[in-house]
């Protein structure tokens, strides 16, 4: 490999902060919020042109999909950006469970309104490609922008990328899912055009469910309990298509659900691509996936048009910004999370929040249909190897199981508004994140309306 010697430079520093969150997704977003309402000078920082992460970016909009009747759900944040989206006309409800399905599109609009009302300093448009670290302690971070090289320095870091990238730059232990065990990537997509009688009626004339799922490229594991319940799942059309050859035989992989069908003929969160063997944290293998990804997205657009009632006359009516990335790095944590804190309904003396009993992910579906939940420890977003950082979302510690259900975009947000109390917390007791007074932090927890027991 050949290197290019960089001259020395001057960086100058735009900003210091009490709390810096970086990335805005669920977790981040959420961090961000709870943090400035828990008191601290807060600033969020995003690398694309708009807050929400998997919900906006990707297109992501089953916030909460895994609720139903029996569901002891979380509290907090997190529900709180259903909610907003709710009384915002940003959301339908959602086909298969007790909750809305969140608009992407109108949801960066709920998200910005969500920033501004908490005094949040947003930064958008800022990728970090370094970080200030000072005898194991992580001061801040290098950004690039069109604004040039910029360093920001905070007091307390939140590492919200989704990859733990902050994290690695700085030298913290992680692990990364070998690339022939990773969760596919997707690429979202939703359609125009539908003629939603038409399409509902064949819904209804050939109702798919859970047990539908296993078949094919796919294994599902189940309780059996979800075995017999509605799911929007479509898988025919694709097989038709592909025994009269406008797909590929060895793409049986193009199937999966649909989210909502609205009266004005869009029918969104098309969860069909299924990309195996992308690392997220690889750009050839992001540039792969994306193109790749739309090029099987427009096979299946053509599917449903020809096989589909209701959508003979649909069209592609916009992609996600960027891949779905299910899994790549996890920090070593000073407590990893196992499968059996997720089966089995783990309790924690250092509780942030709780997410009910619902796994999804490398093969295994389990829907928290009888009240079972779990709790969530602070102590799994506290990274080995580095100091005045904590690492939320999906890249907290834990294993196989485990990540499989807190990769979730509502339990991150739980992560999330944790982290952020954390944060503001141990700013002001003066206190390292490795000895803040866990009971401070479940008390304002509380106070924003969490559950955390």
């Known amino acids: 490999m050949r290197f290019i010697t960089e001259p020395a430079r001057e960086t100058p520093v735009i900003l210091s902060t009490d709390v810096l969150v970086v990335g805005s997704g669920p977790a981040g977003l959420a961090a961000a919020i709870a943090s400035a309402r828990a008191g601290a000078e807060t600033t969020l920082l995003e690398r694309y042109g708009c807050f929400g992460g998997n919900i906006t970016q990707v297109g992501v909009e089953g916030f909460a999909w895994y609720r139903h009747e029996q569901t002891v759900d979380c509290e907090g944040i997190g529900i709180e950006f259903e909610q907003r989206a709710k009384t915002m006309g940003a959301a339908m409800p959602e086909p298969q469970s007790d909750s809305h399905s969140l608009d992407g599109e109108a949801f960066k609009y709920v998200a910005d309104q969500l920033v501004l009302e908490a005094g949040i300093r947003p930064m958008l448009h800022r990728s970090v490609v370094a970080t200030i670290v000072n005898k ?135 969860n069909l691509v299924h990309l195996a063997g992308i690392d997220g944290t690889n750009a050839d293998h992001l540039t792969q996936g994306e193109m790749q990804g739309r090029k099987q997205a427009m096979m299946a657009v053509d599917a449903l048009r020809r096989y589909s009632p209701g959508c003979e006359d649909a069209k592609l009516r916009n992609f996600g910004m960027t891949l779905g990335i299910r899994d790549t790095r996890k920090i070593d944590a000073q407590y990893n999370m196992t499968a059996t804190d997720v089966r089995e309904q783990g309790r924690f003396d250092d509780s942030i929040g709780i997410f009910p009993e619902f796994i999804d992910g490398y093969g295994i579906l389990i829907l928290p249909t009888t009240g079972r939940y779990f709790q969530l420890p602070y102590r799994a977003m506290l990274p080995k190897g580095i100091n005045n950082l904590l690492v939320t979302g999906r890249s907290t510690g834990g294993d196989r199981d485990s990540h499989a259900a807190v990769r979730n975009m509502m339990c991150c947000a739980v992560n999330g508004q944790g982290a952020g109390v954390a944060a503001a917390v141990s700013l002001q007791t003066d206190t390292p994140f490795c000895e803040v007074n866990i009971a401070d932090v479940q008390r304002q927890l509380s106070k924003q309306g969490a559950r955390i027991s």
């Not at 819904?203 to 490229?217: C, F, I, L, S």
Request: aromatic fraction near 8%.
């Open 136 to 270: 194991g302690v992580v001061e801040g971070v290098i950004v690039e922008g069109k604004s040039g090289r910029e360093a920001i320095l905070a007091q307390r870091i939140i590492d919200a990328t989704g990859d733990a990238d902050i994290a690695t730059m700085s030298g913290a232990l992680v692990r990364k899912t070998p690339i022939e065990h990773m969760m596919a990537a997707s690429v979202m997509f939703s359609m125009t055009g539908v003629d939603k009688t038409r399409f509902i009626d064949g819904v209804k004339a050939d109702p798919q469910t859970y047990a539908d799922w296993a078949g094919g490229e796919w294994s599902i594991e189940t309780t059996g309990k979800e075995d017999k319940m509605f799911s929007p799942f479509l898988r025919k059309p694709f097989q038709q298509a592909i025994k009269a050859g406008y797909i590929p035989e060895n793409l049986n992989t193009i199937c999966g659900t649909w989210g909502t069908a609205s009266d004005q003929g869009d029918l969104t969160y098309l």
